[in-house]
């Protein structure tokens, strides 16, 4: 029984050495930049270090941590960091390791970008933002911007409603000076431009602040949104936003397109005139006033509208094609008309006004079709152009334009 005991620690020391010896040997190979070696190693012997007594297993779990970070890993890595602190490990490199992971993980999601990676590129910021929520909340706000790249929407809604609940506005500060003898100047570190005030070696130095985020996130909540169709949430992001910076366009625009979603059309046209007091050479502008005033049956405003957009942008299509549309409303009514008068004296001469004004409607619209023609042969207008050349009688405009029908 006694050199069964023996028998059976000597098994258990030898077990242990071994254990000890291996983890030795999977760490010189990781520090010698064998990566695979290291990992094989730790892989070929799982059975051995099953019985691993504390101070091994955290070995082993620190080793496993730096691997997969090597190897790109980076959630598995931070995941086995945090298990390492937690079991008791205090190795004096590690918060220079994490600082380590936090780079790595952020420089890999600089390159997923620069491949239009989004998808790949949110969840790394957000990971290393978590490493350090404290310090690290820019890397949420571009997750938060990735994710929309990437068209996950509801991701991108998470990261920002955190922002937003944490009130965060990215406010940064830039430092710049000229080198003495020099024209240009360049930007300096915050404690360079500290040292360098004290010195002769710069001057002109300035600071420059970023404008807050905290505007851009609530704008960006509203518009996911209103995309998702959740107009109550929407308007109340975007009224809150509004608050922060009443006078920023896109905001003015999402909260009329909202209105517009609601069918509030005398809302909607108060925010557009508002956005143009911000932007009065914006033809969008302009288009859309005259749309709402369209279908409000104020026929004078639209074409005003309409008339000032393509007085704004000449290649705006749909200005031209709206404005001619309106005018052309009035042939309706007129031809009705035509069509129930009879054959005496007063009803032919009433059909001979009416056949004038409905020319001169046509004629009012001609201009305004040759024009938007010449400018990229629009086929809606070459059609209608083409038919209004038939009624007046122009034979000549009319084998134009029919030459010009695709």
């Known amino acids: 029984m006694k050199k069964y005991l023996i028998l059976t620690l000597i098994l258990f020391i030898n077990i242990i050495n071994g254990q000890k010896k291996e983890i030795k040997k999977a760490e010189k190979l990781f520090e010698s930049g064998d990566v695979k070696g290291a990992s094989d190693l730790l892989i070929n012997n799982k059975n051995l270090f099953e019985s691993a007594d504390q101070k091994v297993l955290i070995q082993k779990i620190y080793l496993e941590a730096k691997i997969d970070q090597v190897n790109g890993k980076f959630q598995s890595s931070y995941d086995k ?48 933002y978590t490493i350090n929520p404290e310090t690290n909340q820019d890397y949420l706000y571009y997750a938060a911007g990735n994710s929309v790249s990437g068209q996950d929407f509801d991701t991108a809604l998470t990261y920002y409603n955190l922002l937003k609940e944490m009130k965060y506005e ?58 998702k169709g959740d107009n109550d949430k929407a308007m109340e992001a975007v009224k809150l936003a509004r608050e922060a910076d009443p006078k920023d366009l896109n905001l003015i625009l999402t909260e009329a397109n909202l209105y517009i979603q609601l069918n509030e059309n005398d809302r909607f046209e108060e925010l557009m005139k508002e956005a143009i007091e911000q932007d009065p050479d914006n033809a969008v502008l302009y288009f859309n006033i005259g749309v709402v005033n369209a279908q409000k049956g104020n026929k004078t405003d639209a074409i005003k509208y309409y008339k000032k957009t393509i007085e704004l942008d000449p290649n705006f299509e749909s200005g031209y094609l709206n404005l001619v549309s309106l005018i052309l409303q009035g042939e309706s009514s007129i031809v009705e008309e035509m069509n129930g008068l009879g054959t005496s004296r007063a009803d032919n001469a009433r059909y001979d006004e009416l056949k004038t004004e409905r020319e001169n409607l046509y004629k009012e619209c001609v201009p305004i079709l040759e024009k938007l023609v010449n400018i990229n042969q629009n086929q809606e207008a070459v059609k209608t152009l083409m038919n209004i050349y038939g009624t007046l009688g122009n034979t000549e405009g009319f084998k134009k334009m029919k030459d010009l029908v695709k």
């Open 170 to 227: 990215g406010i940064s500060t830039r430092y710049f000076a000229i080198p003495a003898g020099e024209e240009e100047e360049v930007e300096l570190s915050e404690s360079e431009y500290n040292v360098y005030k004290k010195t002769k070696q710069y001057t002109d130095f300035r600071e420059e602040t970023s404008e807050s985020r905290y505007p851009e996130i609530i704008k960006n909540i509203a518009l996911i949104y209103a995309q």
């Open 81 to 128: 960091y945090k298990q390492y602190a937690s079991l008791g490990g205090k190795d004096i490199g590690y918060d220079d390791q994490i600082i380590k992971l936090t780079s790595d993980i952020v420089n890999s999601a600089i390159e997923d970008n620069a491949e239009n990676r989004y998808s790949d590129s949110a969840p790394k910021l957000y990971l290393a």
